[in-house]
């Protein structure tokens, strides 16, 4: 039993610490640019993609191929930025149909390019830590943890330690004001899209080697990663990571004890309990929402 | 002249909210708009620093033209906009509020300076230097939307309404604070409704009524004036 709780507690670890990642980033998006990225779970799809590329067709350095993958998924955040959540800034739902139609070009581009069909990445190591005979952990899914703690951590100091960061918490809580300390909007816009897309793509790189690759894997990401913002109260940084963490926790452990589906139910039903509780979400505030 | 707006219209959609609006401020005095609600005050401020966009006319600053320029580029030209409401950030910390002024600013002594001048200027905001800011009294929230717009070392304060919803001590003080930043070399528009208030601490005034000016003068001369005596003073 305690090698089940122990191996099951390390999965919904590793759970949590991509859909941390992604939740983040949609956060991070929604809190300065005031638009929902709907094309966020296909942002993490297209880091998956970069692996396929660089990783498992040519052969390059695991590492190497996250960080091209975080560094691309960013620079199409900047490209998002500029093509139609510029322009379409006085109108969050008209951003909000961009990304819709965004999400379905890059899931035809890959298509294109890949085929419509589950890439399966070389594992990166097989490596296990025994713990005792029956509690082996791998080593892999331990440093996908540990890499997502490290990436929320620096996004953590960032935000409360440099001044752009500064500028980024000025910029969700009040544009305006904000605009009439010297912030640029469209700098700030630009910031966090690039870190909110780098976050998803790096989020997808990580989990390639452990998941089946596909065009249409952004679904069930960012259906999840939705969840959990809005438990967590939309705008909230520090709700969208305990969330990911709790979720995780409660998904893997149905899933394992249960199954799935069970689990799923499960998720949509604490996201019930939550709105007729809180409708603004566990540590959003009321004016956020 | 520091500061001019020639002929300025501004409209929100179809509905004109300003017109034909032409307004001179002399370095170092202080100007006041006065007039009731909806006579387009606030307007007329949020052209000068970018936060609406004019449609006719032209402003210029320091012998520039700034009209439609974008905030951030008015800011760094030396306008500091201390806006109706206040507009502090709420969860960011009475020093992060006031650091977020100093945004552009990348001369790091000059900054801590300006920083240290503030809480001296206003004591509470020192002792609350690590508090949410909203967790702050009207008042105080006040002092520190103040004390943002001085970091940006302002060559021209705008003030929206600073008396508004605040205790008649608060006020009196807030007047105090206002003459002494500008005895310090930085002009100041003032908008109020407290034409009272106002009045007393300009050197100049003009009155705007329903979204153009309809007298301008002196700021005693105005206090004199029938008019505004009916109007605006309530005597
Ligand atoms: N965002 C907006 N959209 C549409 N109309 C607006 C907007 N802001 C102001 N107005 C209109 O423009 C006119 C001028 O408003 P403004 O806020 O400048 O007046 P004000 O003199 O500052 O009033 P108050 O003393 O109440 O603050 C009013 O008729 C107002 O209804
Ligand atoms: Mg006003």
Redesign the interface.
């Given at each position: 039993m305690i090698e089940l709780l122990a191996q099951t507690g390390l999965n919904a670890l590793y759970a949590a610490s991509y859909t941390a990642l992604v939740a983040v980033g949609l956060v991070l998006i929604f809190g300065v640019m005031g638009v929902i990225n709907f094309a966020h779970g296909e942002l993490f799809m297209l880091g998956a993609y970069a692996i396929v590329a660089v990783y498992a067709d040519w052969n390059l350095p695991y590492l190497v191929a996250v960080a091209v993958g975080m560094t691309f998924v960013g620079i199409v955040g900047l490209g998002m930025e500029r093509a139609f959540f510029r322009p379409l800034r006085d109108n969050p739902l008209g951003g909000l149909v961009a990304s819709i139609g965004f999400l379905m070009i890059l899931q035809a581009l890959v298509s294109m390019g890949f085929g419509v069909r589950m890439e399966h990445v070389p594992p990166v190591t097989q490596d296990v830590i025994v713990i005792t005979e029956k509690v082996r952990l791998p080593v892999f899914r331990l440093a996908v943890i540990l890499a997502a703690v490290v990436l929320l951590a620096s996004l953590w100091a960032f935000l409360k330690k440099t001044?752009f960061g500064?500028?980024l918490?000025?910029s969700a809580?009040?544009p305006?004001?904000?605009?009439?300390?010297?912030?640029?909007?469209n700098q700030t816009a630009r910031i966090a899209m690039f870190i909110g897309a780098a976050l998803a793509g790096v989020a997808g790189a990580l989990t390639a080697p452990l998941i089946s690759v596909n065009p249409h894997m952004g679904h069930s990401v960012i259906v999840t990663a939705f969840i959990v913002i809005i438990v967590g109260g939309i705008g909230s940084l520090e709700g969208a990571v305990i969330v990911a963490v709790a979720y995780a926790f409660v998904h893997t452990f149905v899933t394992t004890f249960f199954d799935g589906v069970i689990a799923d139910i499960v998720g949509l039903l604490l996201l019930l309990a939550v709105l007729i509780v809180k409708p603004t979400g566990l540590f959003g505030s009321a004016d956020r929402a | 002249m520091l500061l001019e707006l020639r002929a300025v219209a501004v409209a929100y959609g179809k509905v004109s909210a300003v017109r034909d609006i032409s307004l001179e401020v002399p370095d170092g005095r202080i100007v006041t708009i006065i007039g009731s609600n909806g006579a387009g005050k606030t307007t007329t401020l949020r052209a000068i620093?970018?936060?609406t966009r004019v449609r006719e006319g032209e402003i210029h600053f320091a012998g520039e033209r700034i009209d439609n320029l974008?905030?951030?580029r008015i800011?760094?030209r030396g306008i500091?906009?201390v806006?109706e409401g206040r507009?502090?950030?709420?969860?960011?910390t009475v020093e992060?509020n006031l650091?977020?002024?100093a945004?552009?600013r990348r001369e790091r002594e000059a900054v801590q300076r300006d920083l240290e001048a503030v809480y001296d200027r206003f004591p509470l905001l020192l002792e609350r230097r690590t508090q949410l800011a909203k967790t702050m009294s009207g008042g105080e929230q006040q002092m520190l939307a103040i004390g943002?717009a001085l970091m940006?070392r302002p060559k021209l304060l705008l003030m929206d309404e600073p008396s508004m919803g605040l205790a008649p001590k608060i006020v009196e003080e807030i007047a105090r604070i206002i003459g002494e930043i500008n005895a310090q070399g930085v002009p100041v528009i003032l908008v109020e409704q407290n034409a009272e208030l106002a009045l007393e601490l300009a050197d100049y005034a003009y009155v705007l009524e329903t979204g153009s000016l309809a007298l301008e003068g002196p700021a005693d001369e105005l206090h004199d004036n029938e008019h505004v005596r009916a109007a605006y003073l309530g005597i």
């Open positions: 001044r500064w500028a918490r000025a809580q009040d305006e004001a904000a605009a009439l300390q010297g912030i640029s909007i | 620093s970018g936060l974008a905030p951030d800011v760094a500091a906009h806006p507009r502090i950030f709420p969860d960011l992060e650091r977020t002024g945004f552009l943002r940006t």
